[in-house]
Nanobody
Framework: QVQLVESGGGLVQAGESLRLSCVASGRTFSRYVMAWFRHSSGKEREFVAAIGGAALTTYYADSVKGRFTISRDNAKNTVYLHMNNLKLEDTAVYYC?????????????????WGQGTQVTVSS
């Protein structure tokens, strides 16, 4: 099992940027896919982005492609989500998740470990 702690959320205006961080502990961080999901009111938790263990592969939801960038620093056991040109619809609680495999997936059930979430609010 891995413990995940997110940080970096906050209140920003549309068009601004934020960087979320997620620090992991408990198992070999570099071996597994890491991802970000988000949950907004009235919607199911949805996939945002994922990154392979060696950071050679990334995958994004269409809604954030070109605006968000996922990265990781295995030496620091940390995964990041750089969010640019934020929109009102990006308002959500953002969760970091650790996969149990080396294969990138967008399926929530393939991620057994989750952080507590960090709130991102985008205002007009």
């Amino acid at each position: 099992q891995v413990q995940l702690v997110e940080s970096g959320g906050g209140l920003v205006q549309a068009g601004e940027s934020l960087r979320l961080s997620c620090v992991a502990s408990g198992r070999t961080f570099s071996r597994y896919v890491m991802a970000w999901f988000r949950h907004s009111s009235g919607k199911e938790r949805e996939f945002v982005a994922a990154i392979g263990g060696a950071a050679l592969t990334t995958y994004y939801a269409d809604s954030v492609k070109g605006r968000f960038t996922i990265s990781r620093d295995n030496a620091k056991n940390t995964v990041y989500l750089h969010m640019n040109n934020l929109k009102l619809e990006d308002t959500a609680v953002y969760y970091c998740a650790a996969s149990g495999s080396w294969v990138i997936t967008t399926t929530r059930g393939q991620y057994p470990d989750w952080g507590q979430g960090t709130q991102v609010t985008v205002s007009s």
